[in-house]
């Protein structure tokens, strides 16, 4: 069942002012998969950070060959997405789903310890980003299934921010670890393989076995039907998909982001990896405030101002400014840009679909969002070696600037729609 008034209460939620659900903002649910996703990014992050500059610096990769390459890392896991929505909704069984995806990453961290040259470490970052992307949706539906509509946002916001102290963790621990062991990559990848060992088995132990539509039915009475294909085109989901599609196309990998920010202030190239941590602590830091905030001005409105934080990002990357003030800036917005997005679209999606098609509905936006990242890696490349950085950079926050506008008088209807249960 669908409704279109705002602020209507969720299942399990009365009517009267000042009551509240009888499920809390934030659960068991919520913190156990955060926690599993903080394992996991301390093992992912600590070895992604410093890729983009060994492959151009230690590799040799020109701007354009690394766009490709980090095109395929942004988009390799939306060639799966929806595969692991689908299967997630049509067993009803997202933990498990969720679970494949965790393993197939952990498995990658064992082949990587004997990767060697850019074609090992590709293959090995492919089949970890294929296990985010089974994984992805059926987590994000467990979160939504598992929260009152009204506080979607927070718990987003607090799963993003745990998922983000790994992130942020990561590349600190490598940091540390080749501070203490000059050139030992290799107690990187060891410490790396036993923090996605204890996600997967927080996971698979301790993980609430939560499922869609069983659980639908308990709270609102008749079982929903099976998944269906067309359930994914429903209407209040197609604007949805073409406004992040659009944003996405504009929206390059940081990795570009922290090569202009060398190019424009001559940073030492030791401290690289530390730009991962400072966007990511902006990120951990903002994420419960902005997702709060999103719960009561509109998450669809927050989603598309927040890529506003990006076009800052952008021009404090290559604006004449000092170099410290550039880079306390750009980390900053994009922490900000990503408080207001990542979760948000998730918190959206997983309410403009039919439950039965929960899984589904978030993997097609994180879909949509992740095959235009990908080509926008790859055309900001090509963009770069013409314009030079400071001019590709510039124009492409320009294009984004005219996006938002555009985008901001199509999208915040979508506030106003959800589903009940």
């Known amino acids: ?55 151009t ?83 994000d539906a467990m979160i939504s299934t598992s929260t009152p509509t009204e506080h979607l946002g927070r718990a987003f916001g607090v799963h993003r921010m745990l998922d983000t102290i790994g992130a942020a963790l990561g590349p600190l621990i490598a940091f540390a670890l080749l501070w203490l062991v000059p050139g030992g990559y290799s107690v990187v990848l060891v410490v790396s393989l036993a923090f996605a060992i204890a996600g997967v088995a927080l996971l698979g132990l301790l993980g609430p076995d939560v499922r869609t539509r069983r659980d639908a039915a308990t709270r609102s009475g008749p079982t929903p039907p099976p998944f269906r294909w067309r359930d994914l085109t429903d209407a209040r989901l197609r604007p949805l998909l073409a406004v992040a599609g659009v944003l996405g196309l504009l929206t390059i990998g940081d990795g570009f982001i922290y090569l202009a920010l060398l190019d424009h202030g001559g940073a030492n190239v030791a401290w690289f990896p530390l730009f991962y941590v400072g966007t990511n602590v902006a990120y951990l830091l903002l994420a419960v405030p902005v997702g709060r905030l999103a719960d009561r001005v509109g998450r669809a409105r927050t989603l598309v101002v927040g890529h506003l934080a990006l076009v800052g990002a952008y021009l404090c990357a290559v604006l004449p400014t000092s170099t410290a003030a550039a880079t306390v ?45 990908m080509l926008a890696s790859a055309g900001f490349g090509v963009l770069w070696l013409v314009l030079g950085p400071t001019a590709a950079m510039t124009t492409v926050a320009g294009l984004l600037v005219v996006a938002v506008l555009a985008a901001a008088t199509r999208i915040t209807r979508l506030d106003g729609a959800a589903v009940t249960r």
């Open 329 to 373: 800036g750009t980390l900053l917005l994009l922490g900000t840009f990503y408080a207001a997005t990542d979760g948000v679209i998730a918190a959206i999606a997983g309410r403009l679909v039919p439950v039965q098609a929960r899984s589904s509905g978030i993997a097609a936006a994180q879909t949509v969002v992740a095959l235009a990242r």
């Open 57 to 139: 610096a230690v590799v040799g990769l020109t701007p354009v060959a690394y766009g490709l390459v980090d095109g395929l890392y942004q988009g390799v896991s939306a060639l799966v997405r929806l595969g692991g929505g689908w299967l997630a909704d049509a067993s009803d069984r997202p933990k498990w789903v969720a679970f494949l995806g965790y393993g197939l990453s952990a498995v990658a961290r064992v082949f990587l310890l004997f990767a060697s040259g850019a074609a090992g470490i590709a293959a090995v970052v492919t089949a970890d980003r294929i296990g985010k992307g089974i994984r992805t949706a059926p987590r």
């Open 1 to 55: 069942m669908y409704i279109s008034v705002r602020d209507r209460p969720a299942a399990g939620t009365t009517s009267t002012r000042g009551a509240t659900s009888t499920r809390p903002p934030v659960g068991r649910v919520v913190v156990t998969l955060g926690v599993v996703s903080l394992l996991t990014d301390v093992s992912s992050e600590s070895v992604s950070a410093i890729l983009p500059l060994y492959l």
